[in-house]
């Protein structure tokens, strides 16, 4: 196995011997810029030479992840990272009081956990974030305009370039650098990325989750890891972390269509989710003859998730979605249409997803006559837009009104349609 570790001349060092005496199975081949702008082109050349590249920042990987056909990993600067370069930091400054520091990348809820965990007594710092847009040249001039306007007299960073720029005009510069249990676990997810590149089955279970909401801490996260490492090895399957509080668990399709399996990891998270009312989560499975596609089907089915206001579990196997998995409106429809039924959609007056929801839900409950309020839950809208569809199908000839339901409280009585489709 080849891997290409690329970056700055420190951190690819500190990555190749990080991982170099306990890996003599893999060759490592250093690549060496110091600027991130320039790291496209030299990857370009060597990609066809390797199995996977391993890269030592974001700013790097934002540049090439879409244009790379191999694997690739790149070393995030998280809690241990930014706890070290303090450390480096404490050595030569006693005092903080006078210390206004220039930061760069990290995440600011990890800054103030570290802060508050170490009791370090910094007041003054200016901290700019990650933007994807934002060029390692444009963050060296702003920290050239802070120290210009005495807004900062030290500087954190996790760019090479700008720390052997400071460096050699004498201005304080601390190296924001990964540490070795951060590259240890990345080394893993790519190798393991390269494994199921080289040995791809020809069914695969891609299973995404994602956790949003307000209030999301680096130590909330950290518990919810626990639960998704756990459940990973429940399945004998492949864990990695993506980015914006995402996570791919990739597992075999019979292991993911396992209601037992998944009902495990729904029952943690549900519990989690009730001890942390601030966050919420969504999952979407997705099956298919590649690991892309079977991404590509977890992601639409994710996206029907995140849609939902409570926590639900969707899975899509590019023709069909099923969902949400272990409720009792849980139905399977067709998500790619055939021309007959975009015909019947068409001349119905409703959507072709609609009409494939309402014969999924007939052949679930083996009947075809629903009121308004029924086909309102099952298609988990509002009972206005179910009157619609009514209306629609009345109106063209595919529905026959059986009866009106009597309602409980004062107001309209509800309609029951027997559906002829």
Not at 131 to 136: D, L, P, Q, T
Not at 253 to 265: E, H, S, V, Y
Not at 302 to 317: D, N, P
Request: charged residues 30%.
């Amino acid at each position: 196995m080849k891997i290409a570790i690329v970056g700055a001349p420190d951190s690819v060092e500190k990555v190749y011997n990080v991982l170099e005496q306990h890996n003599s199975e893999v060759e490592f081949i250093k690549c060496i810029e110091e600027k991130v702008e320039n790291t496209p082109k030299l990857i370009e050349k060597i990609q066809n030479e390797v199995d996977g590249i391993y890269v030592t920042g974001v700013g790097i990987y934002s540049l090439i992840k879409k244009k790379l056909k191999i694997p690739v990993a790149y070393t995030s600067r998280k809690f241990p990272s930014i706890a070290k370069a303090f450390w480096d930091l404490k050595n030569d400054y006693v005092d903080f009081g006078s210390l206004k520091l220039g930061i760069d990348i990290v995440d600011k809820n990890s800054l103030k956990d570290v802060l508050t965990e170490f009791n370090i007594p910094l007041e003054s710092y200016t901290l700019q974030e990650y933007v994807k847009s934002k060029s390692e040249e444009e963050y060296l001039k702003e920290y050239e305009r802070l120290l210009k306007n005495d807004k900062i007299n030290c500087i954190m960073t996790a760019f090479g370039h700008i720390y052997f720029y400071f460096k050699k005009m004498d201005i304080p510069v601390y190296r924001l650098q990964a540490s070795g249990i951060e590259i240890k676990e990345k080394f893993q997810s790519l190798v393991r990325d390269i494994e199921f590149v080289k040995n791809e089955e020809s069914s695969l279970g891609v299973q995404i989750i994602k956790i949003h909401g307000e209030g999301i801490s680096e130590f909330l996260i950290d518990d919810a890891e626990i639960i998704l490492e756990n459940f990973s090895k429940e399945i004998q399957g492949d864990y990695k972390k993506l980015d914006n509080h995402e996570y791919m668990l990739i597992g075999t399709k019979k292991m993911l269509k396992n209601k037992d399996i998944i009902w495990i990891l729904k029952k943690a998270l549900m519990e989690f989710i009730e001890q942390n009312e601030e966050i919420n989560i969504g999952i979407g499975i997705g099956y298919g003859e590649s690991i892309l596609y079977a991404e590509k089907n977890a992601r639409k089915a994710l996206g029907l998730s995140l849609e939902k206001k409570e926590f639900q579990i969707f899975a899509s196997e590019g023709k069909s979605i099923r969902g949400p998995l272990f409720e009792q409106k849980e139905i399977e429809y067709r998500d790619q249409v055939n021309e007959e039924i975009y015909k019947i959609a068409k001349n119905a007056g409703i959507s072709s997803n609609y009409l494939c929801k309402i014969k999924a839900i007939q052949s679930k409950y083996d009947k075809k006559e629903f009121s308004s309020k029924e086909l309102a839950e099952y298609l988990e809208i509002s009972e206005r837009s179910a009157n619609r569809i009514i209306k629609s199908t009345l109106e063209n000839g595919f529905g026959k009104l059986i009866e009106f339901e009597n309602s409980i409280k004062a107001g309209r009585p509800r309609r029951i349609i027997k559906f002829n489709f």
